[in-house]
């Protein structure tokens, strides 16, 4: 079955930094959508991406959706301490009507 | 966006017993789903709860281990029946929200932390 490729596993970062994450795939999709989870909590949907090419921005998180349809970025700028979780990539393939394949997940960790 | 709650938040149960967890909308939605979240790991789907029919079931999981209920449009309850060790998971409820202004925007309930001993 399709499989996401999500990196880096995990970032240690100074207050302030920039993040960029990833996923990529070696099958096309038509959804992107980037999730954040806290500890103790379900993931929340952070952004949401329909067309290939297509950048969206949610306050300091900027995601694009690949022109190959196989890769997603997430940047998030000038990390805050409550930026620190969890965040998933998940792609909802060609075909599907609602089920959505999950990337590992990249935990981020903010350096005091 | 829609509210669930997701009850137990967490338990400790002995292997052999059951536990059922109980998702409840405060809104009508068409799609319910049941995840399963393992220590350190990502999401895997278990199953879709249907109104008024049977779930489906992803590949991997079946009715017989995870029985799940959907009386109605904002309710639903997973059982993980004949607990082992290998069961202790986060399961997470999720509803498909109509009001979250993104398709297959989902939203997720707290999940139930469950320790098998």
């Known amino acids: 079955g399709q499989q996401l490729n999500q990196s880096p596993q995990s970032m240690f970062i100074q207050e302030g930094e920039d993040v960029s994450m990833n996923c990529t795939s070696s099958s096309i999709f038509n959804t992107w959508l980037w999730y954040k989870q806290d500890p103790g909590e379900g993931p929340v949907l952070l952004i949401a991406l329909y067309k290939a090419g297509e950048l969206t921005s949610n306050g300091r998180l900027t995601a694009q959706f690949g022109i190959t349809r196989k890769d997603s970025f997430l940047n998030i700028s000038a990390s805050i301490p409550s930026d620190v979780g969890i965040y998933f990539c998940?792609?909802?393939?060609?075909?599907?009507?609602?089920?959505?394949?999950w990337g590992a997940g990249t935990k981020l960790i903010i350096k005091p | 966006s829609a509210v669930i709650s997701q009850k137990p938040s967490r338990d400790i149960c002995q292997r052999g017993t059951s536990l059922t967890i109980q998702c409840q909308v405060d809104s009508q939605v068409t799609m319910m789903f049941w995840y399963r979240q393992q220590p350190g790991q990502s999401l895997t789907l278990i199953a879709t709860a249907n109104q008024g029919s049977e779930a489906t079931y992803e590949s991997g999981f079946v009715i017989d281990k995870f029985p799940i209920s959907r009386p109605n449009l904002t309710f639903s309850t997973l059982t993980v029946s004949n607990m082992s060790p290998e069961d202790s998971s986060i399961y997470l409820c999720?509803?498909?929200?109509?009001?979250?202004?993104?398709?297959?925007?989902?939203?997720f309930g707290s999940g139930t932390r469950l320790t098998v001993v």
């Open positions: 998940a792609g909802q393939p060609p075909n599907s009507n609602y089920q959505l394949i």
């Open positions: 999720s509803v498909e929200d109509p009001f979250s202004g993104a398709l297959y925007g989902y939203t």
